[in-house]
């Protein structure tokens, strides 16, 4: 059966207009195996949310730990999500090698079977020159006919695209669809929406808390792991943010504050970080064993994390799961 997908200009309007790009988990069980049941389920759960506010589906992401995956399992992880979603919700598969040659595999793989787009966090490893960076880019986009988001995520690269050649890319790329855009730094953010002239959505890629500085600078929506297990509040922070609601949206972020912190302490309690990178770039990765945690709590099927991550354990489970359910108000899924 052929998958309905959006055009490229379908996608790109779809983003202008602001949604939440849920970067899926990918379930493991304890032996590591992938549970392609549960990320079946999962992706369902979240389809049947798409009537309270826009979603997009982003499997193997960073959340989706797309670095521990062989190339088929890979493969499986993408097709599964595209399957499920038949077309209700777009989905933008995460299409990540060091190498342009194999992030073009990748990438056409994900055409052939349907994907609305792919997402493409910048070649890591070692560093390229700006015209390297560039080429990389314009080879890929040139090699499929769906829509490319750009990954500019510094911390898991090393490299960053500025804002000056961020324009270049955008008037040489006519299937640029978006850039989720990691940048820690609330002026920067600002530098990339200014660069990109209006012709592209700039979406905040580090979550819910930095999406809330930046909408009123232009972000159009946030990309989220916690929409995982908690799509409706996320959905209601987006919806706050478009409406330019300060009071809500301070309301929606001292709930999350307790959960945000709690992830913090978690990075604290399972370190120290084996990062050498200075500060703002060295935020801990205990993050998705928390989703994955809070999944499991609320009747998603969050699984385990692989190694070299590492799960946290039963006591931070139970304080977790009181943080969701009395704090945050979150109800388990029927």
């Not at 995956?69 to 979603?85: G, H, I, N, Q």
């Not at 055409?111 to 792919?118: F, L, N, T």
Request: hydrophobic share 40%.
């Amino acid at each position: 059966m052929k998958v309905e997908r959006m055009e490229v200009e379908q996608l790109r309007d779809y983003l202008m207009r602001g949604a939440v790009l849920v970067v899926q988990v990918t379930p493991f069980d304890r032996n590591g195996n992938i549970d392609f049941e549960a990320l079946r389920f999962n992706t369902e759960v979240l389809i049947e949310k798409r009537h309270i506010g826009p979603l997009v589906l982003i499997p193997a992401g960073s959340t989706g730990e797309h670095y521990t995956l062989s190339d088929d399992e890979w493969r499986k992880v993408v097709k599964t999500v595209v399957d499920a979603a038949n077309g209700k919700v777009p989905v933008i598969a995460g299409a990540h090698r060091a190498g342009t040659k194999w992030t073009i595999e990748h990438a056409r793989y994900a055409e052939d079977i349907g994907a609305d787009g792919v997402m493409t966090v910048l070649p890591y490893y070692h560093v390229p020159m700006e015209e390297g960076l560039y080429r990389h880019y314009k080879l890929i986009a040139d090699s499929i006919g769906i829509g490319l988001l750009i990954y500019n995520n510094p911390d898991v690269s090393k490299i960053y695209i500025k804002p000056h050649l961020m324009r270049h890319l955008v008037q040489a790329i006519p299937n640029l669809v978006g850039v989720k855009e990691n940048t820690p730094y609330v002026w920067t953010f600002y530098e990339q929406v200014k660069a990109v002239e209006g012709r592209i959505p700039i979406i905040q890629g580090r979550g819910e808390a930095m999406y809330v500085p930046t909408v009123v600078l232009g972000a159009k929506g946030f990309v989220s792991g916690y929409a995982n297990f908690m799509p409706e509040f996320c959905l209601e922070l987006l919806k706050a943010g478009e409406a330019l609601d300060v009071q809500r949206l301070r309301s929606l972020l001292e709930k999350l504050y307790v959960l945000e912190a709690f992830i913090s302490e978690m990075n604290n309690k399972y370190g120290p970080s084996t990062t050498i990178l200075p500060p703002p770039y060295t935020q801990g990765c205990m993050v998705y064993a928390v989703i994955k945690a809070a999944m499991n709590i609320l009747g998603y099927k969050g699984g385990h994390v692989r190694l070299p991550l590492i799960d946290i354990r039963d006591e931070d489970v139970k304080r977790l799961e009181k943080i969701l359910i009395e704090h945050m108000e979150l109800k388990p899924i029927e």
